[in-house]
């Protein structure tokens, strides 16, 4: 059974720090290109990031730069997020996602909430 279990969102003040992860189950983890993507209130899915099998980094929301780091372990099947310098509008649910390196295959999590908020 295919997983992507998010964790690690939660409610910070701006200027803070969170850490998603992203765990993956029963399929080949490092086959798989992930990708974090957000969606804010009343907004369309935004694609945030994205990194290769390889292990290369894409930083697509130019909000995120500079500031947001992703990374993945193909030994715990886990992709994270390092968020920094959060701010108000990084306010969404953020999904993980997996699309295979070669085909069409494509996975999503069930999200996760960052609310940033004084």
């Known amino acids: 059974q295919v997983q992507l279990v998010e964790s690690g969102g939660g409610v910070v003040q701006p200027g803070g720090s969170l850490r998603l992860s992203c765990a993956a189950s029963?399929?080949?983890?490092?086959?798989?290109?992930m990708r974090w993507y957000r969606q804010a209130p009343g907004k369309e899915r935004e694609l945030v990031a994205a990194?290769?099998?390889?292990?290369?980094?894409?930083m697509n929301a130019d909000s995120a730069k500079g500031r947001f780091t992703l990374s993945r372990d193909n030994a715990k099947n886990t992709v994270y997020l390092q968020m920094n310098s959060l701010r108000p509008e990084d306010t969404a649910v953020y999904y993980c996602?997996?699309?295979?390196?070669?085909?069409?295959?494509?996975?999503w999590g069930q999200g996760t909430q960052v609310i940033v908020s004084s």
């Open positions: 029963g399929f080949t983890f490092s086959s798989y290109i």
């Open positions: 996602n997996a699309r295979a390196r070669i085909g069409t295959t494509e996975y």
């Open positions: 990194i290769t099998t390889a292990g290369g980094t894409t």
